[in-house]
């Protein structure tokens, strides 16, 4: 009863915000999402302890911005996924940069796969439909909603951005359909993992997923990071696609893939996701 509630109220609020124009309902749900929802669903006290725990030298004024930010943030990046036409056409002049698209490049020419590694960043939709727009394939790994009746309607809507591989067995042979194909394989692969190694993130413990670097070296595919940066006007971006990572033990390429995120993190720390718990191990106070 409590999953069917929390999906009626929330696709309600999507339905009414789809009656806005395009730009007021991404700045509307924003406002929404860091002015009401993050405060009444908790979420303020868990970006704060976060922040405190990443930046214990931050002051509170600066938390309570990053706060509202990267909350602001997340309700625009909610509902640009629901909005695909208007995100699509708002992504059509987008600017790319950064080393690794050359070995995307060269990949795809030689027929072989590619995995790119990104975050809960900005909005990541934006990667996919600036490489698509440059003749690219790709499939997305993705970590189901918990809540049955709202990962339903909501996979629905995500259907027109292409693939998509949910995690569970169907969803890795489609994924390895996709690798073997020689196409992009992304995997949004900064959250907690129970089983994952012991690394760092913003110079903290972190149990890290090490299974984009394995498939790397599996198939001898480039792993690249890359970040859709949300631009000042809060409604565009630019795609910034970091450097190959070095093929080495799977776990120091995931090092490498987590202080990538880490720099770009330091240097917009109102696009990340700090509602995750991302530092379930014990904390190295």
């Known amino acids: 009863m409590a999953d069917r509630a929390v999906n009626g109220a929330i696709h309600a609020l999507i339905g009414l915000s789809m009656l806005l124009p395009y730009k007021t309902r991404v700045r509307t749900f924003g406002a929404v999402s860091s002015h009401v929802l993050g405060p009444l669903g908790g979420f303020d006290r868990r970006v704060e302890a976060n922040l405190k725990f990443a930046f214990p030298d931050m002051d509170p004024q600066t938390r309570r911005r990053i706060c509202r930010a990267a909350e602001d943030n997340l309700g625009r990046s909610f509902i640009e996924s629901y909005s695909y036409a208007d995100l699509v056409a708002c992504c059509r002049d987008i600017q790319l940069s950064g080393p690794g698209f050359e070995a995307l490049e060269t990949a795809r020419k030689a027929g072989k796969p590619s995995i790119l590694f990104t975050g809960h960043f900005g909005n990541y939709a934006a990667i996919r439909l600036a490489l698509e727009a440059r003749g690219h394939t790709l499939g997305v790994l993705y970590r189901p909603f918990s809540n049955p009746y709202f990962e339903r309607r909501h996979r629905a809507a995500q259907s027109v951005f292409g693939l998509q591989f949910p995690r569970g067995p169907a969803g890795l042979q489609a994924m390895l ?25 913003m110079g903290k413990r972190a149990a890290t997923s090490t299974a984009a670097a394995r498939l790397a070296l599996k198939y001898d595919a480039p ?25 080495d033990t799977p776990e120091r390429m995931s090092q490498s893939l987590n202080d990538s995120l880490e720099r770009m993190v330091r240097a917009h720390p109102g696009q990340w996701m700090w509602t995750h718990r991302r530092w379930k191990a014990p904390r190295d106070r």
């Open 177 to 201: 359909r996709n690798i073997r194909a020689g196409n992009i394989t992304a995997i949004v692969g900064d959250q907690h993992v129970a089983d994952g190694a012991d690394l760092t993130f």
């Open 223 to 247: 792993l690249v990071p890359a970040y859709g940066v949300r631009r000042s006007d809060g409604i565009h971006f630019d795609v910034v696609i970091d450097d190959p990572v070095a093929r």
